[in-house]
């Protein structure tokens, strides 16, 4: 009752909390709920740093330098790396799922878990939800573009991530979410809302392709229908100039991609372009680990395990050898956030996962 209250009293309720803490970010739902929810998802094994912008730092050095850059620990053109990265998870597509689950141990879902955890999806959806149902009561007609949910999910490859976020914001069947049902409420609350969509971009047209399998197994054909305002949709699209409009989106999230991106700092560029003022921007990303011990056994697992199964199970030991080495070459927790601060992103900061092996990034579109 008393979260019921937090998310949906009115909405002022949360909405004076977060001007109150923020006096940056629009009143939207989204904004809103997010900001009461996210400090109660870290668990103990995660540790949160904060950093709060500081406009007197140099922007850092650019990612991309000259017409030279890294893929893996192998020096190519700038112009090289995309198609060198489209070939590896155009290789891996077919097996990318067992292999996240090989790999990591399981390990990968936890960290997504925590990324849905921490964006707060299932509350931002119930509150567009309860404040339509609370117009359709009063037979008020309301702006649909002030009570949307529109959720970005970069580099979304097999939709592992949006996926999650199907469920949580309960546009799929099979995983109604009914908290805030009372006596006499309408059922069609559950039903697929087009003011609440995912949108999956991803530049390899092979990951999209298992990906929208995989979506149309889990959840039937219906959510995808529509296009591109379907619920749920899957895209081609390069990080770096994103086809959607300026300020479209309220939550951007990109996981395990954003370093496969060529020019990093112009992915961050187009992710603070089409959030709308006050969204949210989230990125899962291998990170470094800061505890000698714990990279040491890290290092061997990964140099000398990791391309090994990619050749079992795979048969492409190769793509495996570039994610171990694209990891090494990746900005650390600092240097991203260093980033994110340089496009413009307020309130920035990470929380490390499994002692650093990965850390969430998040920032946040300032409305002024
Ligand atoms: C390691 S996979 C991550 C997939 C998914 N997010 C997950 O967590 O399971 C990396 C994805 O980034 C995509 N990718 C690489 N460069 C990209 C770019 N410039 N723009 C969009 N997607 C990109 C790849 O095609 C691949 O699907």
Known sequence: MAARQIFLGNNNFVCRKLVQKQRLFSTNAAAAAVATANPTTTTASTATHNDTKNH??????????????HFGFESVGVEEKEGRVRQVFE????SYDVMNDLMSGGLHRYWKDTL??????????????????????QNQSMDPSTNQLRILDVAGG?????FRFVDAAGLSSSKQKQPWSMAGESQTQNQPSSS????????????????????????GN??????????????QGNAQSLQFSDNSFDLYTIAFGLRNVTDVDKGLEEAFRVLKPGGRFMCLEFSQVPDPILRQIYDTYSFHVIPAMGELVANDRASYQYLVESIRKFSNQQELLDRMDAVGFQLTKYTNLTGGIVAIHEGWKPII
């Open 56 to 69: 007197s730092k140099p922007r850092p050095e650019l990612y991309i330098q000259g017409s030279e850059t």
């Open 196 to 219: 609440i969509s995912v949108t999956v971009c991803d530049i390899n047209k092979e990951m999209l392709r298992v990906g929208e399998a995989r979506a149309r197994e889990r959840f």
């Open 116 to 137: 849905l955890d921490m964006s707060a999806v299932e509350s931002m959806a119930q509150a567009v939800r309860f404040r339509q149902q609370q117009h359709q009561q």
């Open 222 to 235: 219906q959510l995808l229908e529509g296009g591109d305002s379907a619920p749920l949709s899957f895209v």
């Open 91 to 94: 290789s891996v597509s077919d």
């Open 158 to 162: 097999t939709g592992d991530v949006a």
